[in-house]
């Protein structure tokens, strides 16, 4: 059973994003996580609700006239 916590680095890996973009959105409050000591732990869930918020339309999401 996989464990439903990863590391700030397993979140950005999975994202392909950099871990200093995944720190600066713990930071502003855009990234919920949990810590133990000096650990930052972020929640699957968290993580999957984070990229479908900053989700972006496919090729037909923008405005045609």
């Known amino acids: 059973m996989s464990s439903p916590l990863m590391t700030v680095k397993q979140a950005a890996d999975l ?9 600066r959105s713990i930071e502003t409050g855009d990234l919920p996580h949990h810590t133990f000591g000096r650990a930052i732990r972020i929640s699957k869930v968290d993580l999957e609700l984070f990229a479908n918020k900053h989700k972006r339309g496919g090729i037909f999401s923008h405005h045609q006239s």
Not at 15 to 23: F, G, Q, R, V, W
């Open 15 to 23: 994202l392909n994003l950099s871990t200093k973009t995944i720190y």
